[in-house]
């Protein structure tokens, strides 16, 4: 099982829709949870931090499920700008600094 | 946050040889690292680049095959070593300015592109 994973999509939505994206990790002891954007061959950027009460920051809220070891990323009114791959992130446990990216979630939004 | 270069953006080697690919931060960071992205997926650590000390190494990655330089605080090469085309794939270097155990976040280069022959 891959410690982190995601749907790969694609998710095709119109301009205006809302999307979720979903991810679980298997190391129950991880602290710390990210999503970050990644543009088509481009280096991935930090989108957010995400914490266990949840935080939001204009059109992206993020979720954290500590018991289902599940993080949650909404995009609502999604923009054309918002197509990317977005990768789910967990720190590996007892590694000092190492980050553990889950495959992406493909998605592609369309006039 | 760091801004970070990396040389070559892109490269077209011949198998058997060498690349060295560096990596250069506008200022002092603590750890330096250094990922694997194939076509079609998603980050691989390859191995922390600790200044004054030898690489820490991941899990199928070994310095003979990528031996890793950190001279200071601002700067680290990767080389990967006797290429082959399943080489080819895009190589970043991030970074993370927090010093503290558990990682605030990392800032990426803008990686570099290899194809092997």
């Known amino acids: 099982r891959k410690e982190v994973e995601q749907d790969p999509g694609p998710f095709n939505v119109p301009e205006g829709a809302t999307v979720a994206f979903n991810c679980t990790y298997s190391?129950?002891?991880?602290?710390?949870f990210f999503w970050y954007r990644q543009d088509c061959r481009k280096e991935p950027k930090l989108l957010m931090s995400v914490y266990s009460s949840g935080n939001e920051d204009g059109r992206f809220t993020a979720q954290l499920n500590r018991a289902s070891q599940y993080i949650s990323l909404l995009i609502r009114d999604s923009k054309l700008s918002d197509s990317a791959t977005y990768l789910c992130?967990?720190?590996?446990?007892?590694?000092?600094?190492?980050?553990?990216f889950g495959a992406g979630t493909r998605l592609a939004v369309h006039p | 946050s760091a801004v970070i270069s990396q040389k070559p953006s892109r490269d077209i080697c011949q198998r058997g040889t060498s690349l060295t690919i560096q990596c250069q931060v506008d200022?002092?960071?603590?750890?330096m690292f250094w990922y694997r992205q194939q076509p079609g997926q998603s980050l691989t650590l390859i191995a922390t680049a600790n200044q004054g000390s030898e690489a820490t190494y991941e899990s199928g990655f070994v310095i003979d095959k990528f031996p890793i330089s950190r001279p200071n605080l601002t700067f680290s090469t990767l080389t990967v070593s006797n290429m082959s085309p399943e080489d080819s794939s895009i190589y970043l270097c991030?970074?993370?300015?927090?010093?503290?155990?558990?990682?605030?976040?990392?800032?990426f280069g803008p990686g570099t592109r290899l194809t092997v022959l």
């Open positions: 991030s970074v993370d300015s927090s010093g503290r155990a558990v990682t605030d976040t990392q800032y």
């Open positions: 992130v967990v720190n590996r446990v007892g590694g000092y600094n190492k980050l553990i």
């Open positions: 200022s002092q960071v603590t750890m």
């Open positions: 190391n129950s002891a991880s602290q710390s």
